[in-house]
């Protein structure tokens, strides 16, 4: 009861950071209006840190996104950060983002990522991604979906460096849904990423803010992702869940909560059609009000059992060994997201000993989440629809 009262009571405090753009001048008007959307006459921008790239603070992730108009009528709009990785979509996605991009390639900021664990992996990777997207040269390469600091080996390093001095990449960063608040001050103490890709939501407690803190004052860029919950505009895969998750204004408002942090440069929100984008471009034209923070308490209580923030305190607490966070992330991507075939192909990059685990077998649970998620109702559940 302590846990989940304080976070909620950190969530209706507003966050307990200044408001975005008063002060230290972080917020600069984008070049001219949007063109044919409901974007604000001023977009806004922050600074990515050391890269001193000016993006917007809703920028565009591109993973689940199959239709390239979207994504040409927010460059139109001004949007000029998108997102996309090696393997989204089996690697069709960056085909269909280089195609959607075009001629505007080098008017956006465009970032890749790979799972890769090997230099010689990775620099084929980074090829393969280079001649998808029909650019000579990334803005940012992520080493993609690290945990914890022993999985950044020197080696895999040194492919990024070598890419940085190749011009292949102008600045590289590491991805991380989980152990953030072990892995970016580590990251900061390293001082060679530029940039950390972080899920970071209203969902979290005050530990995660302060990691966003230390990465923005140790001159890395932030760039948040998972910035909505795992909450859906819609949820085709399951109707029951669809009707508990709809709660109107929760995703603006989601939205709105993480660009409230001046620490946070950019967001990557997923966007698949036009009402998104013109949903997603609003938030930069209004605060986040008092009203939606209640809006957004009120979400969190319904998606409290659901939804899995990945702060960690579960890990090694599986008698059968499961990354529960892992499994939990990965059922968001169809219970979330509506996304099967995504879920179905993270949940076979799980070991086969990983996969082969069933909830049924144990009598009792050993894993109690802090927040109040249901773990042995989610991953039963991860189970049954993608094993």
Partial sequence: MGSTTSRRNF????????????????????????????????????????????????????MITSDGSVIERAVDAGINYFDTARTYQSGNNERMVGAALGANRKKVVLS???????????????????????????????????????????????????????????????????????????????????????????????????????????????????????????????????????????????????????????????????????????????PLSKNEERTLAAHLDNIRPLYCSTCGACNGQCQQGLPVHDVLRILTYADGYGQFALARERFLELSEAHQAVRCGDCTSCTVACPNGVHVREGVARAQELLA
Wanted: proline content about 5%.
């Fill in 112 to 286: 890749t990522k790979t799972h890769a664990p090997d230099k010689k992996t990775m620099l084929e990777h980074l090829d393969k991604s280079l001649k998808e997207l029909g650019t000579d040269y990334v803005d940012i390469w992520y080493q993609h979906a690290r945990s914890k600091p022993e999985e950044v080996t020197d080696e895999t390093i040194e492919a990024q460096m070598l890419a940085k001095q190749q011009g292949k990449t102008r600045f590289i960063g590491i991805s991380t849904h989980s152990g953030q608040q072990q892995l970016i001050p580590w990251m900061v103490d390293k001082k060679v990423f530029d940039v950390v890709l972080a899920a970071y939501n209203f969902s979290m407690d005050a530990t995660m803010v302060q990691a966003i803190n230390t990465a923005a004052k140790g001159g890395m860029g932030v760039v948040a992702m998972k910035v909505m919950a795992g909450g859906p505009r819609r949820v085709k895969s399951d109707a029951q869940l669809s009707q508990k998750l709809a709660q109107p204004g929760a995703m603006l408002a989601a939205l709105k909560w993480v660009i409230k942090d001046p620490n946070v440069a950019t967001t990557i929100p997923s966007i698949t059609d036009m009402d998104q984008l013109d949903e997603n471009l609003s938030a930069m034209a209004a």
């Fill in 11 to 62: 969530l209706q405090a507003g966050l307990m950071v200044p408001m975005a753009g008063t002060g230290m001048g972080l917020f600069r008007p984008a070049d001219g209006p949007a063109k044919g959307s409901a974007a604000p006459a001023k977009l806004e921008t922050r600074v990515l840190g050391r890269t001193g790239l000016k993006v917007t603070t809703v920028g565009f992730g591109c």
